[in-house]
């Protein structure tokens, strides 16, 4: 069977990828585009450490298929820093300690900037549930979320 | 030069150490370009797939590899017949385990493996692979196991303590304790006798195992690979090859999580083998589903506990006799279990019994304090139950009998300095301790205790020529662990911490370093790295004498200079650290320390845990409101790493008692291989977990430290399921406490 040739924007840069029917959009970041900050922990939608959001939807890139990226815009973990500068997210999430052994914080990253796209000022309560679809296993959550929050207080302090 | 080698916690201001520094691996790990075990890649890589039993027990008749082998693409097809024989028993378990011989012992077995050009293609050959089994009657539960006439797993593996007339299945006994149990019952004014079980829990690390092997016809070989231990995965993988452990070089990746589960090896040695038949090399990756079915859970148990109580809350004897199974082959960690149950107390009478178990499921692997969560959840259930029934404090019940120093703990030594009373004090007058409750709400206590171990350890500390600070261990940092040891070496080198950058080193770099497990790695790593620098400190003040043409005596190292001392003070101005390195090369060459210890003196460590629930009379569910920790760090190096530690122990503790399980079907098959089935706790599962960080100095280490990463773990269990009798008036004995069992104990009532 023929592959599949597939024109996207990913982190802003033009792409392009040959790809199986088949292959997720996971497979395609991390083995065609050697983007491997975003993780496999399940393969099943289960666990969330392959967040990616494609035209600003989160999703699983485990559970979408590389051919349907087609002449959208798919941002990952390597796209949310600009150039040295970190995402406050990301600087909050290493002055609080939010991380032991960083496998999961990839995706937790992506989905917590896609809740704060929406919401700017959520509760703990909105951060815990909205994160419900990243599993950690290190950390407890506790300095995760407290870290979600300051990101929070001081983006909006920002704008 | 002059140093005080002798512990100076209490009188030392620490500058470095106690503070809350960036983690020097934090930048990578927030963009991604951390690279961990599935992460690497290698020119001309094939991609290697396992072939698993469907079978919770079978006799593999036959494997005919051949419509494999001759499949477009596939360069190595590998069964057991590839290996030879090991002669060790616990190595010749684990190759057995990477890849099955006679039999298939469980759900999951890998049988055969492939190595092809793409993932679809080693999917395509596994499918090829023609095995026949001759199915066989299988047993997953400990009780049954032990049973005369259950189905056996090995004939011949039972040892001299166990008693004629069992089941082979029961593979040893072990015992301990002091005193006259019949007596200290008899002194008693109730005696509590219970059976609790557990089911098994898996370590749920987040990212599967995962390999790049590449071995050359002449023996020498290159693996990356996800571990808990690179020496080991070195020293196990040359040990099943026959090859000599100088020819394998082993780098550890960032690791994604291991809790104990990455201490053993499982796809490693069949990767390798599959490179050095293909003469390519070979990455594997496991899926979950994989991970769940065929690497290690920890152990389920059953376990009767006797317990005597005076009615003013003095312990007159405990009992407790545990059974644990591991898995498929010998070595459940019921030994540890049976040392750490009574271990908080000071019993004049203790007694435990343990008995080593196989069954039709994966072969154990350690998790965090392994064995004893299990072990501590039967005893403080008792206890409270004990407690509650007297109408006492719990807390002052345990504080009655708590272990101090010079307690001779109940597995045998005596205890020095420990923290336990101190953490039982605190939680008492903590607000939490007296916070009101709700309706359908209540509260928990409950102990844990925890060894520590120490080990092989091996590290090097070089001073560059600009006077920064390369430290070179053998410990993947599965937590945070670069920081602490940068933040030791900065604080006995008095320089800043961002002078010094620790890097993991390969096999080849290090001599042999144990795994990263045990709690050990702040403790020990953490005392080479302080002994290091103190012989770096020794050679700098050498080199500072020789300039200054003095006797090296009269030099002393302070706030990260070279001192004049003695008749010689004041005499010279302070040389640097980055003054003597830069003329290292004029006074003698480069300056580095090392040391190389197998380190003893790893304080043991305990917690008190304090967790409020609610439960939900109309459907069982329980909702964890409030959790507090309280736990002695000897001298917490990094606060946040331990306050993290203490959390994610509870945390994992909490999904124990509450979600965790491995559902076998009757067919012996695991029935839940997946994280929407074998569900661990999420973030809309827990509250903040509040930590209380006490530091009673352990004497064996030059700063107090005592390890932190597994005492968290072991009160949660119990801790949980006190705050569930307490909210709903029931008491289950039977772990994970999931709806429908606490709902149908609520009705019952």
Known sequence: MSKIHVTTTINGDPAEFLCEAGDSLLDVLRDRLSLTGSKEGCGTGDCGACSVTVDGRLVCSCLVLGAEVEGRSVETIEGMAEGETLHPLQRKFIEH???????????????????????????????????????????????????VLAAAAEMREAS | MALDSKQDTNKRDFKIVGTRPPRPDGIDKVTGRARYGADMSAPGMLVGLVLRSPHAHARIKSIDTSRAEALTGVHAVVTRADFGDVEDGATADTLDNCMAGAKALYDGHAVAAVAATSDAVAKQALKLIEVEYEPLPHVTDVDEAMAPGAPVLHEGRTNETVPQGMSANVISRCQFGHGDIEAGLAKADRVLERTYRTEATHQGYIEPHACLASMGSDGQADLWCCTQGHYMVR?????????????????????????????????????????????????????????????????????????????????????????????????????MGAMSAFAPYDLENVRTIGWDVVTNRPRQAAYRAPGAPIAAFAVESAIDE?????????????????????????????????????????????????????????????????????????????????????????????????????????????????????????????????????????????????????????EMCRRAAKVWGIDEDAVVWEDGAAKPSGPNAGEFPPMKLEEIAAIASNTGGPIAGHFEVNAEGAGVSFATHMVDTEVDPETGAVKVLRYTVFQDAGKAVHPDYVEGQFQGGAAQGIGWALNEEYVYGEDGTLQNPGFLDYRIPVASDLPMIDTVILEIPNPGHPYGVRGVGETSIVPPLAAVANSVSDASGVRLADLPLSPPKVLAAIRSR
């Not at chain 1, 991380?99 to 914080?105: N, V």
């Not at chain 1, 990839?106 to 679809?133: F, H, K, M």
Request: glycine content about 12%; hydrophobic content about 35%; overall charge positive.
């Open chain 1, 97 to 147: 300690a939010a991380l032991q052994c960083g496998i999961c914080t990839p995706g937790i990253l992506v989905a917590a900037r896609s809740l704060l796209e929406r919401n700017p000022d959520p509760t703990e309560e909105e951060v815990r549930y909205w994160l419900a679809g990243n599993l950690c296993r290190c950390t407890g959550y506790d300095k995760i979320i407290r870290a």
């Open chain 2, 235 to 335: 020293n196990t993988c040359a040990a099943i090859l026959g090859l000599e452990q100088g020819k394998l070089r082993v780098t550890a990746s960032e690791i994604g999580g291991g809790f104990g589960g990455k201490t053993t090896v499982f796809l490693e040695p069949v990767a390798l083998m599959l490179s050095k038949k293909a003469g390519r090399p070979v990455k594997m990756v496991m899926t979950r589903s994989e991970v769940l079915r065929a690497t290690g859970p920890t152990a389920s148990s059953s376990i009767d506990v006797r317990i005597g109580m005076t009615k003013d809350g003095r312990i007159t004897a405990g009992f407790a006799e545990l059974r644990y199974q591991g898995g498929a082959y010998p070595g459940s960690p019921v030994d």
């Open chain 2, 386 to 538: 004990l407690a509650k029934g007297f109408g006492l404090d719990p807390l002052e019940v345990r504080l009655k009998n708590a272990a101090r120093e010079g307690t001779r703990a109940s597995y045998g030594p005596t205890y020095r300095a420990i923290g336990l009373e101190a953490t039982l004090r605190t939680a008492k007058d903590h607000p939490h301790w007296t916070a009101p409750l709700g309706p359908n709400q209540g509260r928990g206590v409950a102990c844990g205790f925890w060894f520590n171990f120490g080990g092989d350890t091996c590290v090097s500390l070089n001073i560059t020529p600009d006077g920064t600070v390369t430290l070179t261990e053998g410990n993947p940092d599965i937590g945070g662990s670069r920081a602490s040891m940068s933040m030791m070496a900065a604080e006995e080198l008095g320089i800043p911490y961002d002078k010094v950058r620790t890097v993991i080193a390969d096999t080849g770099s290090l001599g042999q370093n144990e795994v990263t497990d045990g709690s050990r790695v702040t403790f020990a790593v953490g005392l080479a790295t302080i002994e290091a620098a103190r012989a770096a400190k020794r």
